[in-house]
């Protein structure tokens, strides 16, 4: 049975930053891409970020302040968010699936989020 278990949401401050950490496990992490999508209140999901292999791929508003990563040895992914603003709030999904992993339809599997809240 296949898990994704995400931690380390919470409130922050406009500015701030926070580092969002899923654990895997129930599947051969390194063979899947990793991803995080995050859904805001009366939106849609989409997509924030993505790895696979030595690839990453940022949806263009968190370019240059999210850094998404991976530990293999540790099934696990990070994704650190800094100079968060108050759009960045929402449920973060951690997602594993195919490549690119850019796409909901690229996802094999979901976690059960992480709320992440920014005060302005």
């Known amino acids: 049975q296949v898990q994704l278990v995400e931690s380390g949401g919470g409130l922050v401050q406009a500015g701030g930053s926070l580092r969002l950490s899923c654990a895997a496990s129930?599947?051969?992490?390194?063979?899947?891409?990793m991803g995080w999508f995050r859904q805001a209140p009366g939106k849609e999901r989409e997509f924030v970020a993505s790895?696979?292999?030595?690839?990453?791929y940022y949806r263009d508003s968190v370019k240059g302040r999210f850094t998404i990563s991976r530990d293999n040895a540790k099934n696990t992914v990070f994704l650190q968010m800094s100079n968060l603003k108050p759009e960045d709030t929402a449920v973060y999904y951690c997602?594993?699936?195919?490549?690119?992993?850019?796409?909901?339809?690229?996802?094999?599997?979901w976690g059960k989020g992480t709320l992440v809240t920014v005060s302005s």
């Open positions: 129930g599947l051969t992490f390194s063979s899947y891409a």
């Open positions: 997602a594993a699936g195919a490549m690119p992993l850019v796409l909901r339809a690229h996802v094999n599997y």
């Open positions: 790895i696979t292999g030595g690839n990453t």
